[in-house]
Structure formats: C-alpha cells, structure tokens
T-cell receptor, first 114, second 108 residues
Framework: DMKVTQMPRYLIKRMGENVLLECGQD?????MYWYRQDPGLGLQLIYI???????SEGDIPKGYRVSRKKREHFSLILDSAKTNQTSVYFC?????????????FGPGTRLLVL | GQQVQQSPTSLVLQEGENAELQCNFS?????MQWFYQRPGGSLISVFY???GTKQSGRLTSTTVIKERRSSLHISSSQITDSGTYLC??????????FGTGTSLLVDP
C-alpha cells in the first residue's frame, strides 16, 4: 500500500523558533515535494526534490530550506519561524515518466506560529 | 494572473443530483489531474487525465488540451462526495500548478 507519512501532524511554535517537518515515503519515488495550503490561495509549491541532494526551489521558497539525504525522507526546515508561516504543510511524492507522475500526498502538518 | 481557474467556487446539491466542475488553464499544458480533499484531510488523486475522457464509477473527467479546459462530472451525488475538488496542471517538468478548488456540499 503506497504511503506518504508526515510528522508531526500538529505543531505550535513561537515566532523565532526553528521548525523541522519530516516526510517519508515507502514507494522509492525519486521526486518529492513540499507544499503549503492556505485558504483562498490553494496549494503552493515550496520546494521540489528530484532525488538525494538534488533540490530545487518552487514558487515560494523564501523562509524555507529542505534536506534530502535519503530517497525515502524529505525534510522542510523553517529557520526562525514567522507568524505568516502558519499554514497546513503537505508533502508529496511521485514517480515521473510515461504517465506515472501522479502525486501521492501525506496527511499534512498543521503548523501554528504564535 | 491565476494560471488555473476553477468554477464554481462552491456548490450545494441535493443527494442524487449531478454536478459539473470546471477547470480552465491560461497556459498550454502537458497534463492535468483532479484531486479530492475531505475537510481537514489530505489530497487523493481522482483522475490523471492528460487528454480525452476517463470514467471511474460515478465520476467522469473530460480534458481537451487544445482548449485548455477540463471538467469533472459527478453523477447521482452522495453525501460522501462532499469535500473540495482541486484540479492541477502540469506544463513544465514535474511541477503541478493547482487551482483553488470547488467546495462541494451534498445535502440529504
């Protein structure tokens, strides 16, 4: 059963604290993504990773960085979190090529920055 | 401007009615997908539909690449169909650009 996991599911942080969001997948997918979802804005791509240590900025990378040291794990880091980073963060993975590029999403992490 | 526009933004149906959701793209695209999201839940891929018509149970997706549009038809709606339906397009590499969704409520 294809699965994308995210930890933690809920997180409350104070402004200025560091935040680490973790994502895992058990499908050996090469490509992984981090999105945030805000009311009225839909999903916005933060970063995309094509494989280990092969990461690329998405549409809204400012204030975020990522790390991918193993194919099955992809981390999103917020250094000194800001209140406008309060959002729902989704991780996804896909195996692109020949119509197999459906993205599989994790359950999401709800982050509140006070 | 928005590259992916969905309509309507919200829709209320009586159980058993049909629904037609629209997605229009402002740029050329390689493929598109429809996702379903339950309130507070994750996204589930409903259709990967580069072109043409696909059907899965009561759901039918029709994409016309040349006209930059796609539709999702839900027949005989059920209460469990309630949620948000998002379309997303791919026009470059592996990146998906999402619409802001259609919120569907099916009343008994």
């Amino acid at each position: 059963d294809m699965k994308v996991t995210q930890m933690p599911r809920y997180l409350i942080k104070r402004m200025g604290e560091n935040v680490l969001l973790e994502c895992g997948q058990d499908m050996s997918h090469e490509t992984m993504y981090w999105y945030r979802q805000d009311p009225g804005l839909g999903l916005q791509l933060i970063y995309i990773s094509y494989d280990v240590d092969s990461n690329s900025e998405g549409d809204i990378p400012k204030g975020y960085r990522v790390s991918r040291k193993k194919r099955e794990h992809f981390s999103l880091i917020l250094d000194s979190a800001k209140t406008n980073q309060t959002s729902v963060y989704f991780c996804a993975s896909s195996l692109p090529g020949l119509g197999r590029d459906t993205q599989y999403f994790g359950p999401g992490t709800r982050l509140l920055v006070l | 401007g928005q590259q992916v526009q969905q309509s309507p933004t919200s829709l209320v149906l009586q159980e058993g009615e049909n629904a037609e959701l629209q997605c229009n793209f402002s740029t050329s695209l390689n493929s598109m997908q429809w996702f379903y999201q339950r309130p507070g839940g994750s996204l589930i891929s409903v259709f990967y539909n580069p072109s043409g018509t696909k059907q899965s149970g009561r759901l039918t997706s029709t994409t016309v690449i040349k006209e930059r549009r796609s539709s999702l038809h839900i027949s005989s709606s059920q209460i469990t169909d309630s949620g948000t339906y998002l379309c997303a397009m791919n026009n470059m590499g592996y990146k998906l650009t999402f619409g802001t969704g259609t919120s569907l409520l099916v009343d008994p």
